[in-house]
């Protein structure tokens, strides 16, 4: 990883999207890189006649200036320490957020997650979700709490990687590694490893468990020999978001870095996961 040249930061003008904007500028000015404000806005289906025109009148040039300039003002500042361009889509917020950043070279997204209803604690929100599965660029999400205010923290000074021990993992530390010499921040390393079986006939318990955190050790340690690096690990038996969440709160993490996507090899744990620890996580993921 050499770094973010231009950052993606969907704007839907919510508590949530306001509170992470300082962490955005903050990571823009730390890279030099360019920043593209983005509001995508959807026609409700029930707006458009069966030929495909619209009932009635609706001044969609007048919808683009009028969210134009909201982007215009979203920084209030004048004289900001990065160049920002502001564009307005028409269509699914997370199909454009994820077309948009490809057809553009982006190289990050940041933005905040949503979840609504009594139940918004255990919810990414659709839009979220659909950019961390299909977005090709690392994602940047925030916490994932109550309280919008609790979001941004500006300074990245402690780093948290959680990685499983498939072939991908090695290219992740190194991106963590690298992520952490650029903020000049602490890094370290955890593992999950899957929850002792009750039915391992061949060990007592003691000794599957022995056996199972030895091979996680072996497998971290052939990992940082890939990755060139020598940090410090821990390794935890448990499932993997509760895992990951605990360690970085005990280490007062600002930032936790993990992968994501599909994966089919063994011990590939911890990307199906992916989700899980977005939500759980005390601090802000980077998910590439």
């Keep these: 990883m050499s770094g973010f040249k231009h950052i993606l930061f969907p704007v839907d003008f919510s508590d949530e999207c306001a509170a992470m904007r300082p962490l955005v500028l903050s990571v823009a000015q ?3 890189a360019k920043l593209t404000l983005l509001n995508a806005f959807k026609i409700s289906p029930s707006m458009y006649d069966p030929t495909g025109g619209l009932y009635g009148y609706l001044d ?11 982007l215009g ?3 209030a500042s004048p004289q900001l320490p990065v160049t920002i361009e502001s564009v307005v889509e028409e269509g699914d917020p997370g199909g454009c957020i994820v077309s948009w950043a490809a057809d553009h070279d982006a190289d990050l997204i940041m933005m905040p997650t949503h979840g609504y209803g009594p139940f918004r604690r255990f919810l990414l929100g659709s839009i979220a979700g659909k950019v961390l599965h299909d977005s090709h660029c690392p994602v940047w999400t925030s916490a994932h709490l109550e309280s919008p205010k609790s979001t941004a923290r500006l300074e990245i000074e402690n780093i948290v990687c959680a990685t499983d021990l498939t072939s991908e993992g090695a290219g992740l530390v190194r991106d963590a590694s690298a992520l952490a010499k ?7 390393l955890v593992h999950a490893f899957g929850v ?4 391992a006939s061949l060990y007592t318990e003691m000794d599957f468990n022995h056996f199972l955190r030895q091979a996680a050790r072996d497998g971290m340690a052939r990992l940082q020999r890939e990755a060139g690096t020598e940090l410090p690990v821990e390794v935890a038996e448990g499932a993997v978001p509760k895992v990951v969440s605990e ?3 005990a ?5 936790v870095v993990i992968g994501r996507g599909r994966q089919r090899q063994p011990l590939g744990g911890l990307r199906s996961n992916a989700y899980a620890i977005i939500r759980d996580s005390p601090c802000s993921v980077l998910s590439f």
């Design 60 to 70: 969609i040039p007048g919808i683009r200036k009028s969210l134009a300039e909201r």
């Design 196 to 199: 002792t079986p009750t039915n």
């Design 251 to 255: 280490h007062n993490a600002d930032l």
């Design 30 to 32: 730390k890279f030099r």
């Design 182 to 188: 650029a903020f000049s921040a602490k890094l370290w």
């Design 73 to 75: 003002h979203f920084f």
């Design 247 to 249: 360690f970085a709160a």
